[in-house]
């Protein structure tokens, strides 16, 4: 209800969700591109942005693995 009377979307909705909720249309015909920056969970975000670019294997399992 907020979102139609021209409020800001309720945090744990991503830019792309709180637009199609807005809009009924998905940008770009239909494909719907997201990114770590679209995680409203800030832990989960910044455990994510942490650990995207290992490159070794068994670092990555031993962070990833919390």
């Known amino acids: 209800m907020a979102i139609m009377q021209g409020s800001a979307a309720p945090s744990f909705f991503s830019p792309t969700v709180a637009d199609y909720i807005v809009t009924s249309k998905i940008k770009d015909k239909g494909k719907v591109q997201t990114s770590i920056q679209d995680i ?6 910044n455990k994510l942005e942490e650990i995207e670019n ?11 693995s919390y």
Do not use: G, I, P, Q
């Open 54 to 64: 290992f490159e070794d294997a068994e670092r990555f399992k031993k962070v990833a």
């Open 40 to 45: 409203c969970n800030l832990k989960v975000r």
